[in-house]
């Protein structure tokens, strides 16, 4: 699965963008290149191959060699995906990593607003709740910088005080919305 994977991606030189999840999906695939380069090179075309062989000949793999077009990485850059998000910065110093924001099976929470990768509430998405350390509910509106919230969310569809689990910090606020970072995982 690897090595067919790899051939689509090492395939397409006009790749500009990739989605994933996880940072950690795609630093595997490039970890396993070089274990699998004799399989992947053997079913690429010869401009392919060719980018790939000069890619893989560098100290490190040149991933700006391997796909010139990419300028966009978008996945998980938050809380425990944070240092992966890093790791993959440093592997793609050509490409822009843009954070996903906190988007859950249930209701996409905050979305990218800025350049910087800041988030805000993704409003239009359900209702709301960050429920602070004393178990407050709180709207948005009232949030303030510095503090940390659990997230609880009302969607159209029913789901109705559905606790995610989640945990964001407010770092400020880009007008009236309040900038929200994803910070982990409510600890069991």
Known sequence: MQVQSLTALVGAQDLSFISLWSPTFLIALLAALAP??????????????????????????D???????????????????????????????????????LLATEAAVTVPWTAEGDCV??????????????????????????CTYRIVVTTASGLYRYDLGDIVECTGHAGAAPILRFVGRLAS
């Open 63 to 101: 991933t700006g060699r391997l796909w010139p077009a990419l300028d966009c990485i978008s996945c998980w850059k938050d809380g425990a995906s944070a240092g992966y998000a890093r790791q993959l910065a440093q592997l793609f110093p050509h490409c822009a990593i843009e954070g996903k924001g």
């Open 36 to 61: 699998n380069a004799e399989a992947v090179l053997a079913k690429l075309d010869p401009t392919a191959r060719a980018r790939l062989e000069c890619a893989l000949s560098a100290p490190t793999l």
């Open 121 to 146: 509430p993704a409003l239009a998405s359900c209702l709301i709740e960050f429920h602070d350390a004393l178990g407050n509910a709180r709207l948005c509106d009232a949030l303030q910088a510095g």
